[in-house]
């Protein structure tokens, strides 16, 4: 699998990231274990989990299969902090909850470096300088190589980057990522927040690049039984994207699949995999077979003319 440098930094990961947000729910220890050896030995490096993926549980999981699996040099891990939601209030980048929550995530990961800390939201209520002195210590303590930012504005991130870049050479941790929704069902990243995120030094690390699955063509003759829009507690995810507008763009990522030969799924990948601000695109399959699936997908590259009708196509904002 290809490997990409992150924001110019001595960081490279794959191109394709393993997003691990169901595991410990909806994907049990063991396909999570068959998934994780599948990844890696294909080439996969990049490991993406959070502080508060299934309570905590993901991280854990995660740092058993560092034990049992694969080796942890051979991954890449990015996890992510400041979302709070049994708090008083719900985002806490306070130097106090970072560095303690810092912490939390090694016991559950069971090692004593997180390669990529990410903060996962803007807290409005502590000051950035704090925020990011914070994070300044987690690298220089050792407990963490690189940092980004999860979802921000783009002012939210030009301001971050901005403070880590106006001081070279004094202990700052310049900001590497940028994480962010991106597809050809969610464009709104190119309001602003990509150009926000060259400028400031930073690349992309875009999640949902299948639309929340959509973009593979399931829902095109309604809810199959076993997907995640028939899920409870998934279907509020997903619904979004079962609109017409969206229902138009399936058709054309369907429609440009039959003329290449290839799975929709394919295209719309290739589609966000392959921008030129996307360090890697992160994907979470329930199923080894659907990682498999996506796995086989590495050397499927859209000609520009596909690339620049698929842009028309999907051109028209959400709703």
Same mark, same amino acid.
């Given at each position: 699998?290809?490997?990409?440098?992150?924001?110019?930094?001595?960081?490279?990961?794959?191109?394709?990231?393993?997003?691990?947000?169901?595991?410990?729910?909806?994907?049990?220890?063991?396909?999570?274990?068959?998934?994780?050896?599948?990844?890696?030995?294909?080439?996969?490096?990049?490991?993406?989990?959070?502080?508060?993926?299934?309570?905590?549980?993901?991280? &854990?999981?995660?740092?058993?299969?560092?034990?049992?699996?694969?080796?942890?040099?051979?991954?890449?891990?990015?996890?992510?902090?400041?979302?709070?939601?049994?708090?008083?209030?719900? &985002?806490?980048?306070?130097?106090?909850?970072?560095?303690?929550?810092?912490?939390? #995530?090694?016991?559950?990961?069971?090692?004593?470096?997180?390669?990529?800390?990410?903060?996962?939201?803007?807290?409005?209520?502590?000051?950035?300088?704090?925020?990011? #002195?914070?994070?300044?210590?987690?690298?220089?303590?050792?407990?963490?190589?690189?940092?980004?930012?999860?979802?921000?504005?783009?002012?939210?991130?030009?301001?971050?980057?901005?403070?880590?870049?106006?001081?070279?050479?004094?202990?700052?941790?310049?900001?590497?990522?940028?994480?962010?929704?991106?597809?050809?069902? @969610? /464009?709104?990243?190119?309001?602003?927040?990509?150009? +926000?995120?060259?400028?400031?030094?930073?690349?992309?690390?875009?999640?949902?690049?299948?639309?929340?699955?959509?973009?593979?063509?399931?829902? /095109? @003759?309604?809810?199959?039984?076993?997907?995640?829009?028939?899920?409870?507690?998934?279907?509020?995810?997903?619904?979004?994207?079962?609109?017409?507008?969206?229902?138009?763009?399936?058709? #054309?990522?369907?429609?440009?699949?039959?003329?290449?030969?290839?799975?929709?799924?394919?295209?719309?990948?290739?589609?966000?995999?392959?921008?030129?601000?996307?360090? +890697?695109?992160?994907?979470?399959?329930?199923?080894?077979?659907?990682?498999?699936?996506?796995?086989?997908?590495?050397?499927?590259?859209?000609?520009?003319?596909?690339?620049?009708?698929?842009?028309?196509?999907? #051109?028209?904002?959400?709703?």
């Amino acid at each position: 699998m290809e490997q990409r440098q992150v924001g110019g930094s001595g960081l490279w990961v794959s191109r394709t990231a393993l997003g691990t947000m169901t595991w410990g729910k909806d994907t049990e220890e063991d396909d999570a274990a068959d998934q994780l050896s599948a990844f890696v030995d294909a080439g996969g490096t990049l490991v993406d989990t959070a502080d508060i993926y299934t309570g905590g549980h993901s991280e &854990r999981i995660v740092g058993r299969l560092l034990r049992s699996v694969v080796r942890r040099d051979d991954v890449i891990i990015a996890t992510k902090v400041g979302h709070t939601p049994e708090r008083h209030r719900p &985002r806490d980048a306070s130097r106090r909850h970072l560095l303690a929550s810092l912490d939390a #995530s090694l016991r559950r990961l069971q090692t004593d470096h997180i390669d990529l800390w990410q903060l996962h939201v803007h807290d409005p209520d502590t000051p950035a300088e704090e925020t990011l #002195s914070a994070m300044d210590t987690a690298v220089t303590s050792g407990k963490v190589r690189y940092v980004g930012v999860g979802d921000l504005a783009p002012w939210q991130l030009t301001k971050y980057a901005t403070w880590q870049r106006a001081a070279p050479g004094r202990g700052r941790a310049l900001i590497v990522s940028a994480g962010t929704e991106f597809s050809l069902l @969610n /464009r709104r990243a190119e309001g602003g927040l990509l150009a +926000a995120a060259a400028d400031g030094g930073a690349d992309v690390i875009a999640w949902s690049p299948l639309g929340r699955g959509v973009l593979s063509g399931k829902y /095109r @003759n309604g809810v199959p039984s076993d997907s995640r829009a028939a899920m409870p507690h998934m279907a509020p995810y997903v619904e979004p994207y079962l609109d017409e507008r969206s229902r138009r763009v399936v058709e #054309s990522v369907c429609t440009a699949a039959e003329g290449l030969g290839v799975s929709p799924l394919a295209v719309a990948l290739s589609w966000v995999r392959d921008h030129a601000t996307v360090a +890697a695109a992160t994907v979470g399959p329930r199923s080894t077979a659907q990682l498999e699936e996506i796995l086989s997908l590495e050397s499927v590259e859209l000609p520009r003319e596909i690339r620049e009708a698929l842009d028309d196509a999907s #051109s028209a904002p959400p709703s």
